[in-house]
């Protein structure tokens, strides 16, 4: 069965910490990897990654692929308060094109 | 704001009752995507349509049904409504490519009682 873990499922840090969450997935046809933030309502998007060692960058948030390893990170550098969220990591896989296997997510919490 | 429009925003309804979910795609999508998120399953992708005809099935209940319409906006059906249905369901659209990302709507609330 395909499925897509995250970890931690929550973390607490303060403002101007660094905070490293972790995707791992077991999907057949992988085509690519995709993180969202969730914030009161729906995911908006952060990053699609499909290339293995190619680190994706916008503004403090970083992420990177490891195909041969199965897994993800997104990197957040000097959080902020309004980093708090939930972050989720989605891969495309699988049989049925463009379906998103979707993990429980990362709650994010940065304290002022 | 994604360009992605649901309607209504929150529904409240009881056991047994059938509801209608709306969902308006991005201007130039031709995809639709439905998703349930509840507690305890996370997000959930339900079905897809592509330019009117059902592209993907997911974890999607019999007593659930789609369609999505010539002007392209589609309505997500539940009926024989259970307890267990409550959760925020999000529509999602993009032009069909796999390979590009899909923009998620603000999603309904719905809440069986």
């Known amino acids: 069965e395909d499925k897509v873990v995250q970890s931690p499922l929550s973390l607490v840090v303060h403002e101007g910490d660094t905070v490293t969450l972790n995707c791992s997935y077991e999907?057949?046809?992988?085509?690519?990897l995709l993180w969202y933030k969730q914030e009161k309502k729906a995911p908006t998007f952060l990053f699609m990654l499909?290339?293995?060692?190619i680190e994706k960058k916008s503004g403090r948030l970083s992420s990177i692929l490891d195909k041969k390893e199965l897994f993800s990170i997104l990197n957040i550098t000097a959080t902020q308060t309004g980093d708090s969220a939930i972050y989720l990591c989605?891969?495309?896989?699988?049989?049925?094109?463009?379906?998103?296997?979707f993990g429980r997510g990362t709650q994010l919490t940065v304290w002022p | 704001d994604s360009g992605v429009t649901q309607t209504p925003k929150h529904l409240i309804t009881a056991t047994g009752q059938r509801v209608t979910l709306r969902c308006s795609p991005r201007?130039?999508?031709?995809?639709v995507y439905w998703y349930q998120q509840s507690l305890d399953q996370g997000l959930q992708f339900l079905i897809q349509?592509?330019?009117?005809?059902?592209?993907a099935k997911g974890n999607i209940l019999e007593r659930f049904s789609a369609q999505q319409f010539p002007d392209l906006h589609s309505e997500l059906n539940l009926s024989s409504l259970e307890l267990g249905d409550s959760a925020l369901y999000f529509c999602?659209?993009?032009?069909?490519?796999?390979?590009?990302?899909?923009?998620f709507g603000p999603g309904t609330r719905l809440t069986v009682t």
């Open positions: 989605a891969v495309d896989g699988g049989s049925t094109l463009g379906r998103l296997y």
């Open positions: 999907v057949t046809n992988f085509r690519s």
């Open positions: 499909t290339s293995s060692g």
């Open positions: 201007s130039g999508d031709l995809s």
């Open positions: 349509y592509y330019n009117g005809e059902e592209r």
């Open positions: 999602a659209s993009n032009t069909g490519d796999p390979s590009y990302e899909q923009y």
